[in-house]
């Protein structure tokens, strides 16, 4: 079975957007010490539109100056070192003012579909630019901010004419009724990979597009609540690194989570860290080839950093390591997909 771990590298969405050095650069380096000890590499879900507005605010706002340097330097060293970069969105960037280093959020244009056809494809393309010069790396793999990829007729040819051939957005069986960030991948096939051509959700043999999805797990409301009283009276073993504070959903969101069974991505965020373990039990029971794991470096605490390590010093001669620029070559050399 192969390990990817795909961290989303993006400051915090709401009001209080938090720091670069506690977001973004300290986890960051933090995870990569993990998975480097064990001898894995991971791949960085950059949001380009942050950096797109960083660069946009450099020229007089030093704070914005001083960010995308620190960042730049930082892909490329985890670059140099085996690591990937590739290209993460969440285009409500481009709504916002920075003032010194504090940032005015507007969300009304959170998906990519909130913005004028006629202005994707350049966006699109300039964010893969930006992020390839300052990263050091190709950049062809995707995954849409806030899982909102649907539908994707509208942003398919701008991500095609753009260079990107990989998504990895799709969480099998996951769906979000939330207004603001809906989704549904309910019908998404069962397999490890699949190929696309205008919606993720039917496989193409021919499509251009190549979906790596998500690992998903299914878990009840007790995982919730036990995660809720964790996180409010476990101290400082369960306090994020991160400085920021998140987008709220809507209050059905955390209703349906503490009442009903749902489907989730594996993560290695915080509590859900605990995820990693019955992830891969379920994974190896099924014989699949790939275990797909995503994280946040601004949502890493000391309790899902220590789960990662053990987690590696468990399985790791078990697990492969993998990334996304090594992904179509293995998928190229004939790995199974497994139903």
């Known amino acids: 079975m192969h390990f990817l771990l795909g961290l989303d590298y993006e400051l915090f969405l ?39 507005r960083l660069r946009h605010f450099a020229k007089q706002n030093h704070a914005a100056t ?25 285009p409500h960037w481009e709504d916002c003012a920075l003032s010194g280093s504090q940032w005015t959020i507007k969300t ?18 300039d964010c893969v630019t930006l992020l390839a010069e300052l990263a050091g790396c190709e950049v ?17 040819p701008a991500l095609r004419a753009a260079g990107i051939r990989i998504d990895s957005t799709v969480f099998t069986g996951g769906r979000s009724e939330d ?7 309910s019908k998404a096939p069962a397999a490890p990979y699949w190929r696309f051509q205008d919606d993720p959700l039917i496989a193409e043999p021919e499509g251009d597009f190549l979906e790596v999805p998500i690992s998903s797990h ?46 989730n991505a594996v993560s290695m965020d915080g509590a859900k860290s605990d995820m990693l373990e019955c992830a891969y039990r379920q994974h190896a029971a099924q014989q699949a080839p790939i275990l797909n ?12 950093l220590s ?22 070559h293995l998928i190229a050399k004939g790995a199974q997909a497994t139903h």
Do not use: N
């Open 66 to 90: 001083a960010a995308l340097s620190a960042i730049g330097r930082q892909l490329r060293g985890l670059v140099s070192r085996g690591h990937d970069a590739q290209l993460h969105l969440h």
């Open 108 to 125: 009304e244009r959170y998906r990519l579909h909130d913005f004028p056809s006629a202005e994707i494809p350049d966006m699109l393309h």
């Open 218 to 263: 299914r878990l009840g409301p007790w995982f919730f609540w036990s995660m809720a009283i964790r996180k409010k009276l476990g101290g400082r073993r369960h306090k994020a690194f991160g400085d920021g504070a998140l987008m709220q959903a809507d209050g059905g969101y955390y209703l349906r989570r503490l009442t009903q069974a749902s489907v």
């Open 307 to 328: 789960r990662l390590d053990t987690f590696l010093a468990r399985h790791g001669q078990k697990l492969s390591p993998l990334t996304f620029q090594q992904v179509s």
């Open 140 to 156: 062809f793999a995707f995954r849409a901010g806030g899982w909102c990829l649907q539908p994707f007729p509208p942003i398919g």
């Open 14 to 52: 709401g009001e209080r957007t938090g720091s670069v050095d506690r977001c973004l650069l300290a986890p960051t380096d933090a995870i990569a010490r993990v998975m480097e000890k064990h001898g894995f590499r991971m791949t960085l879900f950059v949001d380009a539109s942050y950096l797109r």
């Open 179 to 185: 207004s603001l960030r809906w989704f549904d991948f």
């Open 293 to 304: 794991v995503i994280g946040h470096p601004k949502s890493l605490t000391p309790h899902a």
